[in-house]
C-alpha cells in the first residue's frame, strides 16, 4: 500500500515521540521501530529522521547526549523530555479527533480504530 | 570489507560538505549507515550491495541536505561552502540587478535634491522623506529577487505609500520637534517594511524573522565598511586635487548622497551573495565586544548606584542611554542568532546575561529619572518618545534576562529565547510606526 507523503510527514513526530516515550533510543533504533510498528507500510527516507529529531531537540521536546560505548562507534540517544510528553498528549488528541471523525463518516470496517487504537 | 571502508568514507565526505549538515550530523548518520549495512550483510547481501541498499534508503543527498538547512538555517550563514554552477549564475545576474537599484536609489535622491534646491536650502522634508527616497528601492530589489507574487508586491508598495502620505501630509510647524521625530523613526519602520519582502512575505515565520534580524546585522557592517571606503576616496581625491585649485567640497556634497543611497542596495547584495561563502562578521564582532560592553555596563551601574543619576541626566544622556540599550540588545539579538541552539550554556552565556542586566538596571534608573522629569515639567514629543523606546526596550531586556536565566539554570530552552526575540520583533516596528503616525497629531505638530 502507498501512503502520502504528507499523511507520513504528519504521523512522524507522534510516532517519534511515542516511541521515545517507551525510552530513550538512538536514530537507527527509531526507525527500525518505525518500520516494525507499521509493518514495513511506512516507508521513510532514512536520512529525513535526523532532522526531525534534531527539531524535537530545538523544541525541548527530547534531549541528547553522545555516548561512547566501550567498544564501537559513539552514537547520540535521544530521551523524551515532560514538554515531549506534553506534545505527544496534544498530538494524540488531534489524531484521535480525526479518527472519530473519519469513523463515522466511513463505512465501519473497524480496521481503522484497532489500527490506531494500539498507537 | 575495504572497499565498503573507503565507499562509507566517500559518501562521508559528500555528505559533510551539503549546506546545512555539520560535523555531528555526519557522524549519526554514519552510524545509521553502518547499522543498516551490518543488518543488510547479515540478511545475506554482500558488503556492496548492502552499502548501495542503505545510501539508496538514507535518501538524496540533496533533499537531506535541504531538510537539514531547514531545521539549522542558522548554519548556512556560518558555513563555507563551495558554490555550484547555478549558485554562480545567480550571484552574477544578480550584479546587474543590484546596480540597476542602487543607481535608482542615488538618481532618485538627487531628483529630491534638485526640487529641494540642495545644497544651498536644506529644507526639512528633505531629511524627513530620508527614507523614503531609498528603502523603497531596497524593498523592489527584495521582492525581485524573492520573486514575490503580485498580492505581496501590492503589500509592500501599500505600505510605501501610506507612509509617503502620513509623512507629507502632516502639517508641521517650523522647527518641529515632531518632525525630527518623524525624520528619525521612519527609516526604522521602513526598514521593516523591506522585512517582508525579504522573507517573502513569509512574516509570520520566526526563522525567516532570526534571518532578518542577521541580515540587518550583516548589512550594518558592510555599509560601515562601504562608508569607510568611501571616506577615503573623497578625502585622497580633496587631497590630490587640491593643488590644482578644483573645489572637491562643491563636487562632494552631490557625490556622498547618491553613494550613500547606492550602498545601502550594495551592502544588501553584499550580504546576500556573501552569505554562504564568508563567516559572518556580526557574530565575531559580537564575541568580541560582548565581554567589554559587560564590563563597561557593570561600571556603569555602579557609579550611578554611588552618584545617583539625579543632577547628570539631561536629555542628551537620554540618548546615550538609549543608544547604549540598543546596541545591548544587538549584541543579545547577534550573540544568539550565531549560536549553535543546540549547545548547553557557556561562559558566553553567562557574560550576556551580566550584560543584560547591568542594561537593565540602568534603564530603571533611567526610566525613574525620566518619569520624575515628566511629572515636573510634563509631556513634550521628546520625552514621551524616549519614554515610549525605553519602556520597549524594558520590557525586551526583562523578558531576556528572565529567559536566559531560567536557560542558564537548565530549565528552559535556548529556543524559548530566541522565540521571545523574534515574537518581539514587530513591538519595534510597531512603535517607530506610532511616533511616525500618532505623536505628531498628538503633540499638534509641534
Known amino acids: ?119 | 570489507m575495504e572497499t565498503v571502508e573507503s565507499q562509507i568514507a566517500e559518501w562521508r565526505a559528500y555528505v559533510e560538505n551539503a549546506p546545512g549538515v555539520n560535523g555531528h550530523d555526519v557522524d549519526e548518520l554514519e552510524d545509521h549507515l553502518r547499522h543498516q549495512i551490518a543488518e543488510l550483510n547479515a540478511a545475506g547481501l554482500s558488503p556492496d550491495e548492502g552499502f548501495l541498499v542503505a545510501v539508496k534508503r538514507m535518501g538524496a543527498v540533496d533533499g537531506l541536505s535541504r531538510e537539514f538547512a531547514r531545521e539549522h538555517s542558522g548554519r548556512l550563514w556560518k558555513q563555507l561552502v563551495l558554490k555550484g554552477d547555478h549558485e554562480a549564475e545567480r550571484a552574477a545576474s544578480g550584479w546587474f540587478e543590484t546596480i540597476i537599484f542602487a543607481l535608482a536609489a542615488a538618481v532618485v535622491v538627487q531628483i529630491a535634491r534638485l526640487a529641494a534646491e540642495a545644497p544651498d536650502e536644506e529644507p526639512t522634508w528633505l531629511l524627513r522623506n530620508a527614507g523614503l527616497f531609498v528603502l523603497p528601492f531596497l524593498a523592489g530589489y527584495f521582492a525581485r529577487r524573492r520573486q514575490l507574487d503580485p498580492r505581496r508586491w501590492v503589500q509592500t508598495a501599500v505600505a510605501f505609500v501610506l507612509a509617503a502620505l502620513v509623512v507629507n501630509i502632516y502639517p508641521y510647524d517650523a522647527e518641529s520637534a515632531t518632525e525630527t521625530l518623524v525624520a528619525l523613526h521612519l527609516p526604522v519602520a521602513l526598514w521593516f517594511v523591506v522585512a517582508h519582502p525579504y522573507m517573502g512575505g513569509t512574516i509570520r515565520s520566526h526563522e525567516r524573522r532570526m534571518d532578518f534580524v542577521r541580515f540587518t546585522g550583516e548589512w550594518f557592517i558592510y555599509y560601515v565598511l562601504i562608508a569607510l571606503g568611501g571616506g577615503v576616496l573623497m578625502g585622497l581625491t580633496a587631497a590630490i586635487l587640491e593643488p590644482t585649485g578644483v573645489d572637491v567640497d562643491r563636487v562632494a556634497v552631490w557625490v556622498v548622497p547618491s553613494g550613500a543611497a547606492g550602498a545601502v542596495i550594495v551592502a544588501a547584495w553584499l550580504v546576500e551573495s556573501k552569505q554562504r561563502v564568508v563567516e559572518n562578521m556580526a557574530p565575531v564582532l559580537t564575541m568580541l565586544f560582548t565581554p567589554l560592553f559587560a564590563v563597561m555596563l557593570a561600571v556603569s551601574v555602579g557609579v550611578y548606584a554611588v552618584t545617583g543619576l539625579g543632577d547628570a541626566f539631561d536629555r542628551d544622556l537620554v540618548s546615550v542611554f538609549d543608544a547604549l540599550l540598543l546596541v545591548v540588545l544587538g549584541l543579545v539579538l547577534y550573540g544568539m542568532s550565531a549560536r549553535d541552539p543546540s549547545t548547553s550554556p557557556e561562559w558566553m552565556d553567562r557574560i550576556q546575561l551580566v550584560a543584560v542586566v547591568s542594561a537593565l538596571v540602568l534603564d530603571v534608573m533611567v526610566l525613574g529619572a525620566m518619569i520624575a522629569r515628566i511629572g515636573d515639567l510634563g509631556f513634550t514629543p521628546n520625552r514621551t518618545a524616549a519614554l515610549g523606546l525605553n519602556l520597549v526596550l524594558l520590557v525586551n531586556l526583562a523578558g531576556a534576562a528572565w529567559l536566559s536565566l531560567r536557560f542558564l539554570a537548565g530549565r528552559s530552552r535556548l529556543h524559548r529565547l530566541e522565540r521571545w526575540q523574534t515574537t518581539y520583533l514587530p513591538v519595534f516596528a510597531l512603535w517607530a510606526a506610532t511616533v511616525v503616525v500618532f505623536l505628531p497629531p498628538l503633540f499638534a505638530f509641534e
Open chain 1, 1 to 119: 500500500m502507498h501512503i502520502d507523503k504528507d499523511l507520513i510527514a504528519a504521523s512522524a513526530t507522534p510516532l517519534v515521540l511515542a516511541i521515545l516515550a517507551n525510552g530513550e533510543s538512538y536514530g537507527y533504533a527509531i526507525l527500525k521501530r518505525v518500520r516494525a510498528l507499521s509493518g514495513g507500510e511506512l516507508e521513510w527516507t532514512d536520512g529525513m529522521l535526523y532532522p526531525l529529531l534534531h527539531r524535537l531537540d530545538r523544541l525541548g521536546y527530547v534531549t541528547t547526549e553522545w555516548r561512547a560505548p566501550l567498544q564501537g562507534r559513539r552514537r547520540k540517544y535521544y530521551e523524551i523530555t515532560d514538554d515531549g510528553r506534553a506534545a505527544l498528549a496534544d498530538q494524540q488528541r488531534q489524531w484521535a479527533t480525526v479518527t472519530r471523525a473519519l469513523n463515522d463518516i466511513w463505512p465501519r470496517s473497524g480496521g481503522l480504530r484497532t489500527a490506531l487504537g494500539e498507537a
